[in-house]
């Protein structure tokens, strides 16, 4: 070997060790200039070994004879540098073409395979092994291998399915056949795991999950329906007990109205009208709690326009006579408010004495915003809205009051009040009030203090729209549960 060859040869075990510092100095949080780098640094070397007439894919012997070892260290250096910059372009090329987060379980099986390749290069080209003889050698022992980790391995190949076909991500809420439900928290080789609403932990094996189907509730978007079965006694149509049920739904703050909620009759016999309610929520975390507020609403609209719960199937009870439930009543309605639950028998029925019943027509105005209201309105039928700036503050149901901030501390409405459907309420005069501060001098001064130390100046609301950011509609929350005690 000649001293030009010798040099060249030691300028390449140079720029690989070179190479070597520079990428392990670089640090991983700067991958790509340590991809330049790992270019810049093999394009010298195959430079360098063009000029030295070294070729890289053959086996030259004696290759360990005088300066045969720096020749071995060189084609050892060029590939582990060109290994480095075949991955340098797989992980570049998954970052900037936005990969998902499952796809690192790919990127790895491609590093794993151009690690391998490489390993078999250097035993054939550096140090002359006959790998075909090896191959065919190792194959009993990768047969043996492979029925001993059979389970693991289809986790494994399991996992590369669903990372390619991508049927949820993470962050995903998955429902399987078995009843598991959980938003995908982490996925790799072997398993994915997902959280539960109960905040526990669960580990699917992936072959577990792509022999099952599986629901996405997260796809195209968080939405989820849900349905509630109602069997209502037959005591009045089944178009009107429609209606009630209709405007049960549109008085809820806590489901999408767009596209609204809808009612199905399913079956009627001597015993109920059977109904389901079909209405969504923007994600699976607002279930229980819309769920929740449609129960409540559903018993208020039945109390309210005089329909009665049958019992479940199989256990109806019998009577002589036909069931007559009366509409709720202006003392009725004051005792279920927890507003006035501190006030006397006494004061309960001057109060409701003193109620004057009135009807509104949809789309009129209540209240207007500003307005220091002189009445207090309180809602025995039909659904109201709170709105502001053209945005709806709140749905309002019977058993929901207007007005109490005008009547008891004297201060402007936050937001128009206006019908939905045709409502029905009480109004009450703050003269009625007023005749009760002889017997009680601190009485609204009481019923202000209970509205400011909710720290609203809503009426009354529900609770918020899915949506909600934590502000107005907020607080509506609290002043429904103070004021309708449900």
């Not at 208020?300 to 709720?328: E, M, W």
Request: proline letters at 5%.
């Amino acid at each position: 070997m000649s001293q030009y060859t010798i040099l060249l040869t030691a300028l390449i075990n140079l720029l690989g060790v070179a190479g070597i510092v520079v990428w392990h100095l670089q640090g991983r949080s700067r991958p790509n200039e340590r991809l330049i780098t790992q270019i810049f640094f093999f394009l010298a070397m195959t430079a360098t070994l063009v000029c030295a007439r070294i070729m890289p894919f053959r086996f030259d012997a004696p290759h360990l004879d005088g300066t045969g070892t720096l020749v071995v260290m060189a084609k050892i250096l060029w590939w582990t540098h060109l290994s480095w910059a075949t991955i340098g372009f797989v992980r570049i090329y998954i970052v900037l073409d936005g990969r998902p987060r499952e796809a690192r379980l790919i990127q790895d099986l491609l590093v794993a395979i151009v690690y391998l390749g490489v390993l078999l290069s250097v035993m054939a080209f550096v140090f002359g092994v006959p790998i075909g003889t090896i191959l065919a050698t190792s194959g009993v022992f990768a047969i043996i291998l492979g029925l001993a980790l059979q389970n693991t391995l289809g986790d494994v190949f399991s996992g590369i399915a669903l990372t390619l076909g991508r049927p949820y991500t993470i962050g995903d809420w998955i429902l399987l056949p078995d009843g598991t439900e959980g938003r995908v928290v982490a996925s790799n080789w072997r398993s994915t795991y997902l959280l539960t609403g109960a905040k526990n932990q669960v580990v699917m094996p992936n072959s577990v999950l792509a022999k099952q189907g599986l629901t996405n509730v997260s796809k195209p978007d968080e939405a989820h329906q849900l349905v509630l079965g109602v069997r209502i006694v037959p005591t009045h149509a089944p178009a009107f007990v429609l209606s009630v049920m209709l405007d049960a739904l549109s008085s809820c703050n806590s489901i999408i109205q767009e596209p609204p909620p809808s009612v199905s009759l399913i079956g009627i016999d001597a015993a109920a009208i059977e109904i389901q309610l079909f209405f969504s929520v923007t994600s699976l975390a607002h279930r229980s709690s819309a769920r929740n507020e449609i129960i409540d609403l559903v018993y208020r609209h039945c109390i309210a326009n005089g329909l009665a719960l049958a019992s479940p199937a199989g256990t109806q009870i019998v009577s002589d006579g036909q069931i007559i439930v009366p509409k709720t009543s202006t003392l009725t309605l004051l005792k279920s408010i927890a507003l006035f639950s501190d006030l006397t028998e006494d004061e309960q029925h001057a109060i409701a004495a003193g109620a004057i019943e009135k009807r509104a027509s949809s789309g009129e105005e209540l209240l207007a915003k500003g307005s220091v209201s002189d009445r207090l309105l309180i809602i025995r039928e039909g659904v109201a809205l709170r709105r502001d700036q053209g945005e709806i503050v709140a749905r309002l149901a019977p058993g929901d009051i207007l007005g109490a901030w005008g009547v008891f501390a004297g201060q402007p409405e936050s937001s128009q009040s206006l019908t939905l459907t045709p409502v029905t309420f009480y109004q009450i005069e703050k003269s009625v009030f007023e005749s009760l501060v002889v017997d009680r001098p601190r009485l609204i001064e009481d019923l202000a203090g209970r509205l400011h130390r909710h720290g609203s100046h809503s009426d009354t609301g529900a609770p918020p729209p899915n949506h909600s950011d934590g502000t107005r509609a907020d607080l509506v929350h609290a002043i429904r549960s103070m004021f309708g005690g449900h």
